[in-house]
């Protein structure tokens, strides 16, 4: 994925500790941007001759109030004064106001579509290399966290560029054509009191604004924190009812609303210091330039036309300029917000298409661990010289205490991670010479713990194969022997499941993860101890179903109950990470092995469960 980004990549602090933001990352974080902008350059072009046009039509308003009044003035040079009418300047006044916000209109209309369509950009790039991250990423992050950081993070674009480019480039705009005027028509004094006032109150403003951002970034990592325990303690409704602890999640999350709420009051205090330290500066810099102006009509060297221009250009400059705290504080908080999704952004692909990656050869081929090592963690390796063949339309299934490494098998298959020695090859070919895409569109798979969108049923079986049609829907109901339920509903199959599909029970969710898997009608199966958490009823239902859709396919099975997997051609028994036996099912029971010790401490199980029954 092509990406723009400039900066190194950033931490996302968890211990609560800010990294303090330098002007460079700031600059480093605008230039990230500027590609995403410059895709519309001829818009960009166009919206800035409008805004410069708005702001000499802004200028050039108090220019034609000076006309008029000096016009109007009765003096011995124009004592016929009060009987003209300038009607000419009054239409011009008309105009130029007219103007003033006509530019500003066409600046917002045309650069409207390149604000959001930078937004757009930035969300869905962020959203596919999300995606396209390994799971080590998924299985460490905080979802709360993380969705609270894309929120400020896309709001902060469209909140940089509008305050930038339509507040502070306008405003000097401004400052350097009324200071050029001041300095052409007046007094040197007039050009120094406001050069000298905008020059204290720009330094005063950045300095304490620079000084206060640390409590904004405290904010909103405290933000983050609070939302992650708010949305993970409601992910996990049913265990804080189980455990009584609906008080105790509550305390967790005042504490972290707690956090947030001091450092809001701090936040609070430094603006207003912010405030008043600017309104003074104002209030000093209009006085001095009011008393000069003053002292120049009373000694006839300004008229008071030129008393009126030089007040209205103070307000022109000082009405925005009382926002700029406001505004830099904002430019801050959304580089600030920015730095976070950016740093999204240059989180490393671990698992990435190879540049000479093809689409998978032959997906219906024999599928080979070749002398496969892997570890999680450079200190704790899972797998030990793992070989093994899946004879293509056969059925190969894995056995071992839990821990053993099973279900890391299915996902060094699907290439959710990258083998440390040996290799995987489908048909001959090694997967990470596949695109990831063809790859694991080849493979369907039904886990053990069935997790399904809050939508309707009809939603969740169609993820199989997105934009099929109702009848492909129906029939693969069918043949998961779910469609009779499903009709049984109020709803039928536009029946909502709700939050990762708990409103329905185990059995019926698998059964919709094997009705989405039949959709897919993948060469490859994969059956990640698919009736494990299933009653020994719900477990014969859908075990039948599981050989019908594995029959023909090349298909791995990791198995819980033994009594599963009787008929699979091969059996490896995992232990530690090695693959201690391998065999049919008869051949394993015949060695005095493992496989042989589990099978008749679950025929044992079995013998004790049916006891009541009897």
Same mark, same amino acid.
């Given at each position: 994925m092509r990406r723009y980004s400039a900066i190194p990549p950033a931490p996302l602090p968890a211990d609560g500790k800010q990294v303090k933001s330098s002007s460079g990352k700031d600059w480093a974080t605008f230039k990230t941007l500027l590609p995403y902008l410059w895709t519309y350059k001829w818009r960009v072009s166009l919206a800035l001759v409008f805004l410069v046009g708005a702001k000499l039509a802004n200028v050039g308003v108090p220019l034609l109030m000076k006309r008029l009044i000096d016009g109007l003035t009765i003096s011995p040079a124009n004592p016929q004064a009060v009987l003209v009418l300038p009607l000419g300047i009054l239409l011009a006044y008309g105009v130029l106001r007219l103007a003033t916000t006509g530019?500003?209109?066409?600046?917002?209309?045309?650069?409207?579509?390149?604000?959001?369509?930078?937004?757009?950009?930035?969300?869905?790039?962020?959203?596919?290399?999300?995606?396209?991250?390994?799971?080590?990423?998924?299985? =460490?992050?905080?979802?709360?966290?993380?969705?609270r950081d894309i929120e400020r993070g896309t709001r902060g674009v469209s909140s940089l560029v509008s305050y930038t480019l339509f507040s502070i480039l306008p405003t000097f705009i401004e400052i350097a054509l009324v200071i050029s005027y001041l300095a052409w028509h007046y007094n040197?004094?007039?050009?120094?009191?406001?050069?000298?006032?905008?020059?204290?109150?720009?330094?005063?403003?950045?300095?304490?604004?620079?000084?206060?951002?640390?409590?904004?970034?405290?904010?909103?990592?405290?933000?983050?924190?609070?939302?992650?325990k708010?949305?993970?303690?409601? +992910? =996990?409704?049913?265990?804080?009812?189980?455990?009584? =602890?609906?008080?105790? $999640?509550?305390?967790?999350? !005042? $504490?972290?609303?707690?956090?947030?709420?001091?450092?809001?009051?701090?936040?609070?205090?430094?603006?207003s210091l912010l405030n008043t330290g600017q309104s003074s500066i104002i209030a000093i810099a209009v006085t001095l330039i009011l008393w000069r102006a003053t002292i120049g009509v009373i000694n006839h060297t300004m008229t008071l036309g030129d008393l009126v221009l030089v007040n209205s250009f103070m +307000?022109?400059?000082?009405i925005p300029l009382g926002f700029l705290g406001v505004i830099y504080r904002e430019i801050k908080q959304s580089l600030a917000d920015m730095e976070r999704l950016f740093a999204l952004l240059d989180q490393e692909q671990e698992i990435a298409d190879a540049p000479d990656a093809t689409s998978l050869l032959a997906p219906a081929g024999d599928v080979h661990f070749s002398h496969v090592d892997f570890?999680? $963690?450079?200190?704790?390796?899972?797998?030990?010289?793992?070989?093994?063949?899946?004879?293509?339309?056969?059925?190969?299934?894995?056995?071992?205490?839990?821990?053993?490494?099973?279900?890391?098998?299915?996902?060094?298959?699907?290439?959710?991670?990258?083998?440390?020695?040996?290799?995987?090859?489908?048909?001959?070919?090694?997967?990470?010479?596949?695109?990831?895409?063809?790859?694991?569109?080849?493979?369907?798979?039904?886990?053990? !713990?069935?997790?399904?969108? =809050?939508d309707t049923i009809e939603y969740n079986i169609a993820y199989g194969e997105p934009g099929c049609s109702k009848q492909q829907i129906v029939a693969a109901a069918k043949a998961a022997s779910i469609h009779d339920f499903i009709m049984s509903l109020p709803d039928g199959y536009a029946s909502m499941v709700g939050e990762r599909g708990l409103k329905l029970s185990g059995g019926e969710k698998q059964r919709v993860a094997i009705a989405r898997t039949l959709l897919k009608n993948p060469a490859i199966l994969i059956f990640d101890e698919a009736t494990s958490a299933l009653d020994s009823k719900a477990e014969q239902a859908i075990q039948s179903q599981l050989k019908d859709i594995a029959r023909n396919r090349t298909t791995l099975v990791i198995a819980h109950r033994l009594s599963t997997i009787a008929d699979a051609q091969q059996i490896l028994v995992l232990d530690a990470g090695c693959i201690t036996e391998r065999g049919t099912h008869a051949e394993l029971l015949a060695q005095d092995g493992m496989y042989r010790q589990m099978w008749q401490l679950q025929q044992v199980r079995q013998e004790l469960e049916l006891m009541p029954a009897l």
């Open positions: 530019f500003t209109e066409l600046r917002e209309f045309v650069f409207a579509k390149v604000t959001q369509r930078a937004v757009r950009t930035i969300a869905l790039q962020v959203f596919r290399h999300l995606h396209s991250l390994s799971m080590r990423f998924h299985l =460490n992050r905080q979802t709360g966290g993380m969705t040197i004094w007039f050009t120094v009191i406001t050069a000298g006032a905008l020059l204290c109150y720009i330094a005063f403003t950045i300095s304490v604004t620079e000084w206060r951002t640390h409590f904004r970034r405290t904010m909103n990592d405290l933000d983050s924190k609070a939302n992650t708010a949305i993970d303690s409601l +992910i =996990n409704y049913e265990t804080v009812k189980y455990f009584g =602890n609906a008080d105790y $999640e509550a305390r967790r999350y !005042d $504490e972290g609303l707690q956090r947030y709420e001091a450092a809001a009051v701090k936040s609070q205090a430094s603006l +307000i022109q400059l000082y570890s999680y $963690e450079a200190k704790r390796q899972i797998l030990f010289d793992v070989d093994f063949t899946i004879a293509a339309g056969t059925t190969t299934a894995v056995v071992g205490h839990s821990g053993s490494g099973k279900s890391t098998l299915s996902r060094l298959l699907f290439r959710f991670y990258d083998v440390d020695g040996g290799a995987i090859k489908i048909g001959g070919q090694d997967i990470r010479r596949a695109t990831q895409a063809s790859l694991r569109h080849a493979i369907g798979i039904v886990p053990q !713990d069935t997790v399904l969108f =809050n």
